[in-house]
């Protein structure tokens, strides 16, 4: 995912409006959520659960088993080798990619080792997060001050961020069954798939607002959902009604916020391949260790989940809010120096 997350902020570099990126990986996202609604659905006939015998009324042995689940699998692989296979043709044909103009002068100058890279800095318009105020700061790597620290604090974000996903997601059916309202598989069946809906919509909601929106913005919409979310699935976790609602905030809160996270590092770090996959390693780590800390704490103390989604979330939304006024006042700073620098 690394790879390609790098490659769409790539080939949106030219051509394409400011926060193109943003709404291109969103687009993204939601064809995302709708393969993972649909693939449940398509795969559900041939799994049979607990089931001894099929619906005709033959024994299912574990080959029977195995050569059934083997279907949706099969199929699963032909529908992911149809992209890798069109662009191996298209590495061969006319219609190969060819990267941006701008990437390829950025990997020109890098190479030579030349000052041209400051004579041809281009200004870049950052949106002040407080009051709006736009300062002026350069699109080159290297004149953004403490680069590096800025983007591990990003690394960070994403990856608590992450765990909130990671650690809601596989364990949500489990925890509405555990907790002290006892809702029965089914219910909470339905529960899960409210908040899969939600996730699923959001993306192509999101698709069109961030047509206006920059990413910043959306972020900040975002955590404002999931800190809601979290507050509702806590304080209503007795009710139904309520951890219905939860779910449903929940769902559109996590919809868009790792292409967002992904749009605003490039809009005022730049991402590249290396960059991406260290975001994912970062992510992996949290991917890793999380699962198995909530194996042993899901079915005797439930609520860890919800504690971990508030604490989780929280961390992410102050790392968001630290990077968000390092950025500004690092703009603040060169904007000075370039005053002084025009006045003299």
């Known amino acids: 995912m690394s790879g390609y997350q790098a490659w769409l902020i790539e080939m949106t570099t030219d051509g394409m409006a400011e926060g193109a990126d943003g709404t291109v990986m969103m687009a993204s996202q939601a064809f995302y959520g709708i393969g993972l609604a649909l693939s449940p659905l398509f795969a559900a006939p041939f799994m049979y659960g607990e089931r001894n015998v099929t619906d005709d009324g033959r024994p299912l042995t574990p080959e029977a088993r195995q050569s059934s689940v083997a279907i949706p699998f099969l199929y699963t692989g032909v529908a992911q080798a149809i992209v890798p296979v069109v662009t191996i043709v298209l590495f061969f044909s006319r219609h190969r990619y060819q990267p941006p103009v ?20 281009k200004s870049l318009d950052l949106e002040n997060p407080i009051s709006g105020f736009k300062s002026v700061v350069t699109t080159a790597k290297q004149a953004v001050p403490h680069r590096i620290a800025k983007l591990i604090l990003c690394a960070l974000m994403l990856a608590l961020y992450s765990a909130t996903e990671l ?150 939304f102050a790392l968001f809010v630290l990077l968000k006024l390092w950025i500004f006042i690092s703009g603040q700073q060169q904007q000075q120096q370039q005053q002084l620098t025009s006045d003299k």
């Open 102 to 121: 701008a990437v390829l002068k950025e990997k020109k100058n890098e190479s030579s080792k030349g000052d041209e890279l400051s004579k041809k800095k």
């Open 167 to 316: 650690g809601y997601i596989p364990f949500a059916a489990t925890l509405w069954q555990e907790m002290e309202i006892r809702m029965t598989v089914g219910e909470a069946s339905r529960v899960v798939s409210v908040h899969s809906a939600a996730y699923t919509l959001g993306p192509l909601v999101t698709t069109f607002l961030s047509l206006r929106l920059h990413p910043d913005t959306v972020i900040w919409g975002h955590f404002g959902l999931l800190l809601l979310a979290a507050s509702v699935l806590y304080f209503g976790r007795l009710s139904a009604a309520l951890v219905y609602v939860g779910n449903g905030f929940l769902g559109y809160g996590m919809s868009a916020m790792s292409p967002s996270i992904y749009a605003f590092a490039n809009r005022h770090l730049g991402v590249s391949s290396r960059v991406a996959s260290s975001f994912s390693f970062t992510t992996a780590l949290f991917s890793l260790v999380l699962p198995m800390v909530l194996t042993q704490y899901i079915d005797t103390q439930p609520l860890i989940l919800i504690y971990l989604l508030i604490i989780f979330t929280l961390f992410s």
